[in-house]
């Protein structure tokens, strides 16, 4: 009896022995897919390609966005308005239209760390004077900043629009 009496007190011993204060809470966060927290940022711009610009625009991302070298970015232009549901269309760029003429350009983004170089793209041998006004003016563009590790780590499929808003903040 001695021997099981010994045996419940080491044991509450052990169990009581390993409590303590709570550490300092943690960072706030969103869940993300696989257990990765993260929180993917995006804003928008309605722009002009214009000649005197080289059919080309840049953009800074806003200091109000967290940004690290390993962020990626992704572009996606409002292409049209559903007609059933009135929701917008979104798509990834590059994307490549044709013209009326038969040629064709695309919408095309590069990037640095905390600018995005929004442009229009085509052969050398094509004619940007038969660029209608719809294809050059009032082009909106919604810019993503997703971390890079969340993009490795799923299987996010960056060309669906939704799945990416899903983990946009």
Known sequence: MRKIASLLFALTFLLT?????????????????NGVNFVGQSFERTIDFLPENSYEE???????IDLFDTDMI????????????????????PQTVFTDAGELFQYNYD???????????????????????AATLNQTFRIVVLPV??????????TNYEDVMEYIE
């Open 149 to 158: 590790d969340f993009v490795n780590s799923s299987n996010l499929d960056i």
């Open 111 to 133: 990037y640095s760390f905390d600018e995005v170089r929004l442009f229009i793209d085509a052969p050398a041998s094509f004619d940007f004077n038969n660029l209608s006004s």
């Open 17 to 33: 022995a390993c409590t303590g204060d709570q550490g300092p809470p943690g960072f706030d966060g969103q869940d993300g897919l």
């Open 74 to 93: 992704l572009t996606y232009v409002l292409w049209e308005q559903d007609p059933v549901t009135g929701n917008d269309v979104w798509r990834l760029i």
């Open 58 to 64: 840049y953009i800074v991302i806003p200091s109000s």
